[in-house]
């Protein structure tokens, strides 16, 4: 967005002029116009800038009021928010890990004595992201406007009946959409009968320059309220996003940052409250980060179609979900950048460890979920690196990192880090949806490299990794794209992940993407002949007038063939074709491989 590009100078601004006068907002607010000149270029309106000003201002004085220079935090800052310097070089990583066990617990489910695919347990996961549901949509109003967001009434030509692009009943490009689209979207997903969802944060809308603690609850009360009400079948766990409080952006990442300057208690205390109600679970604890770890047992059918058994002889299956808040490692959030920048955040790292070491120990299997993915660019470098060597020592215990914060279609894919160095890498791809991703890798800070090969073994479709280059696959970053459809279509996702009762532990067998195509003359300009192009429609509310969701892509589908030499082309039921055919991290890495010198894939 054009807002971003008075960032830079603003700071800078800010930096130049720090004082500790009682009114040195004063002071400095006419270096701060001349320097950014929003106003003065027209490229967006003066109270969008007063606003932004006003809520980021006094949290870049007082980092910047203490920065020492020349140091690792300066640079840091000149290079993750300015945009101007290299990194530093990355510190060496202090964190302690527990040994791994000797051997691995035996668990009720891996003691049946029929090892047979038909115990395979197959769960449906829906995951959807970054809603930023605006309660101030009006249809009528323009879509065009000087604010990161319109589809409001800013002014009298906007108002409705007077625009000459009015915005539709559903959404536009330009806007953040209306609250009857995420219900509408939650009507299709209940349709597709997961047996959970996963949410991955960012519920408030993109007004940053005019968001209150009063706003940003609202918004809270009306997304969770349609998510309860609509999906009150199934457990919903959600991970919290940068714009989930006020000011935008910043969350202390330690203890001694002023109270009287950013105050997140409230933001965490009523998520708590929320997403202990969206997974029925009264006795949901959350740590002074606004993270939470739990256990999700589930007595599921072995396919999505069939009666729910209780028989005593069904093997029950327990996955732990850990929510970690990533925004206390996103580049963005100004309280970090103090002197010395704390090696692990509110101890969070250390949190993260004991959690999936106590999964490690009771032989559960974890799905990460968060909002900002560890390959984007949002998160600093050290503490990706970090984070990486977290997953690596927990690679047999991860399922997947499931995220969002990009609104694109998105995949990372891991990789060991050089433990001499404590450098590390990770590659993105994109796959599906149109538009810009933010989510580049830190791929200076380690390297990409290595060999990826296809093995038929067995007839199995069974992807082995060979030495080469390329060091260790070790994860999989899932990046869903959003709801709203500032970046494309509004979408979601379902993944069918399965349980081997016979000890083959759990596998990401496929996912389909499902994306919103509206009536005529609404929001993409689509026709009911764009709709044909899609395999699938889930919905038929066409003649109502209401959007139709339709199947976009099954990643199997669209990629299995590149990775599987076996591949028939065909996904039975939604699952996996193949006997050990799955999207796990080798399927991404070889599908990055493949995407590096095919550029048609």
């Not at 993260?352 to 560890?374: D, M, S, Y």
């Not at 433990?419 to 890798?441: E, L």
């Amino acid at each position: 967005m054009q807002y971003l590009l008075m960032k830079p100078a603003f700071l800078l601004a800010v930096l130049a002029t720090a004082t500790t006068a009682p009114t040195w907002t004063q002071i400095i607010w006419h270096d701060i116009q001349a320097a950014t000149s929003c106003t003065a270029c027209e490229i967006l309106d003066a109270d969008f800038c007063t606003g932004l000003i006003a809520s980021q201002v006094p949290s870049a004085y007082y980092v910047l009021r203490q920065l020492s220079i020349p140091s690792d935090t300066a640079q840091t800052f000149c290079a993750s928010v300015l945009d101007l310097c290299p990194y530093p070089p990355i510190p060496p990583i202090n964190l302690t890990f527990p040994p791994p066990p000797l051997y691995f617990p035996i668990t009720t489910t891996t003691t049946t004595q029929d090892n047979n695919k038909t115990n395979n347990i197959t769960l449906r996961i829906a995951h959807i992201t970054d809603t930023h549901v605006d309660l101030q949509y009006t249809p009528g109003t323009s879509t065009h406007c000087r604010k990161p967001i319109c589809c409001r009434q800013y002014h009298a030509n906007d108002a409705p009946g007077r625009s000459k692009t009015p915005c539709s009943t559903w959404g536009s490009p330009h806007c953040d959409p209306p609250l009857k689209l995420l219900h509408n979207m939650l009507s299709t997903l209940q349709s597709q009968q997961p047996h959970l969802t996963l949410f991955t944060g960012d519920i408030v809308a993109h007004d940053i320059w005019n968001t209150s603690q009063e706003s940003v609850l609202a918004s809270f009360n009306a997304t969770n309220s349609a998510l309860h009400t609509l999906l009150n079948n199934h457990p919903i766990y959600a991970s919290i996003g940068n714009h989930d409080t006020h000011p935008v952006n910043f969350f202390p990442g330690s203890p001694n940052i002023p109270k009287e300057l950013v105050d997140v208690e409230w933001t965490y205390t009523a998520l708590t409250t929320h997403w202990r109600t969206l997974q029925n679970n009264p006795t949901l604890r959350t740590t002074t980060s606004g993270a939470y770890a739990t256990t999700h047992t589930l007595l599921p059918p072995t396919s999505p179609t069939q009666e729910q058994t209780t028989q005593p002889s069904t093997p029950k299956i327990k996955i732990k979900i850990i929510s970690y808040n990533s925004n206390l490692y996103y580049r963005l959030n100004l309280l970090l950048y103090t002197t010395p920048m704390p090696d692990d955040p509110l101890a969070q790292f250390t949190w993260l460890i004991a959690e999936l070491h106590t999964a490690e120990q009771e032989g559960h299997k974890v799905l990460l979920i968060t909002h900002i993915p560890i390959s984007s660019k949002d998160t600093l470098p050290a503490y990706a690196n970090s984070l990486r060597e977290i997953l690596y020592r927990y690679k047999d215990t991860v399922v997947g990192v499931f995220c969002g914060h990009g609104h694109v279609d998105t995949f990372g894919v891991f990789y060991s880090s050089s433990h001499s160095s404590g450098g590390g890498s990770s590659s993105n791809g994109s796959a599906g949806s149109d538009g810009d991703s933010d989510s580049d890798s830190h791929e200076n800070q380690g390297h990409r490299q290595g060999k990826i090969t296809v093995e038929n073994n067995n007839n199995n479709n069974e992807v082995t990794v060979e030495k080469g280059e390329r060091e260790e696959v070790i994860g999989v970053g899932m990046m869903a794209p959003a709801m709203t459809p500032t970046s494309g279509y509004s979408a979601f996702r379902v993944y069918d992940v399965q349980f081997s009762c016979g000890g083959g532990g759990w596998k990401v067998l496929d996912f389909e993407e499902y994306i919103a195509r509206f009536p005529q003359h609404s929001l993409q300009g689509d026709s009911d002949e764009d709709s044909k192009s899609t395999t699938t429609t889930t919905t038929t509310n066409r003649g109502k007038g209401e959007p139709v969701w339709v199947r976009y892509y099954s990643a199997m589908e669209a990629y299995g063939k590149y990775v599987y030499p076996n591949w028939a082309g065909t996904v039975p039921n939604g699952i996996g074709a193949g006997g050990g055919a799955d999207i796990g991290p080798h399927f991404w890495a070889k599908l990055t491989d493949v995407m590096e010198t095919d550029w048609n894939v």
